[in-house]
């Protein structure tokens, strides 16, 4: 098991998902590939999460609309180096996991992973630390989960106080970022979902770990998302992303 002090500089996107609720902007184009704040959800992810910090090769997996992305990726002249691989049948993510790691170029290297629908800043460098310190197979970036309902304040008496729209609570969810040892990939199923096989086994055993994101982050699911992370990302962006 690799662990150097050497910075991850490799990392898969998984691309492939229809995404139907998405619709009407995935009917034509990939979920990675719909515009938030005026550029697709994978730019946003290949220039924070990646070339910012120091990654040079990227695998895109990806199965539906494969074209449009290769088409846009193509088109990139800077950045990480880009491979895309196209499933032939849809494998689950944790079966697209595990195909996209087939295309890096450093087997015996850990990588990150990523789901092709969130935007988050955090300084990956940290969480690279945090997982050597640990010293588990996987390490996944956790968001602290946020409501969609309003939350009513009301006493014991049944006295309403006031109301709050979409607080945090105090729970933590897969934020869809990783960190992988290489020794973790053949731990992942052909075909199926890796957070009903893979990561309970690991939970098990000692050797998942998760990382507490205090930055930003947000799913990209519902047309809602799009509208209302095309309105914080240009406020994010006013200073200075870490």
């Known amino acids: ?13 998984l691309a492939g998902g229809q995404a139907t609720r998405l619709r009407p902007y995935t009917d034509t184009r990939p979920k990675a590939m719909v515009e938030v704040a005026d550029r697709p959800i994978i730019d946003h992810q290949l220039e924070w999460h990646l070339a910012r910090h120091g990654v040079e090769h990227v695998v895109v997996s990806c199965g539906y609309k494969a074209e449009v992305l290769r088409e846009h990726l193509s088109g990139r002249d800077h950045g990480p180096a880009i491979s895309l691989l196209v499933e032939d049948e849809p494998l689950g993510r944790g079966g697209a996991l595990r195909f996209a790691a087939s295309g890096l170029k450093d087997d015996d290297a850990p990588y990150f992973a990523l789901n092709g629908d969130v935007l988050t800043w955090f300084p990956l460098d940290e969480f690279t630390a945090y997982h050597r310190e640990k010293g588990g197979l996987i390490t996944l970036a956790l968001a602290q989960y946020r409501t969609s309902w309003g939350i009513v304040d009301v006493t014991d008496s049944g006295l309403i106080e006031g109301f709050t ?23 992942l199923p052909v075909r199926g979902d890796h957070e009903s096989t893979t990561f309970p086994d690991l939970a098990g055993q000692g050797r998942l770990f998760g990382y507490r994101i205090r930055g930003f982050w947000r799913g ?23």
């Open 1 to 13: 098991m690799s662990r150097s002090s050497e910075p991850i500089r490799q990392a898969v996107i």
């Open 165 to 187: 729209q979409s607080p945090l609570l105090p729970f933590w969810i897969n934020a869809g970022v990783y960190v992988f040892e290489p020794d973790a990939t053949p731990l």
């Open 220 to 242: 990209v699911d519902t047309v809602k998302d799009v509208k209302e992370a095309s309105e914080q990302i240009p406020e994010l962006l006013g200073g200075s992303p870490e």
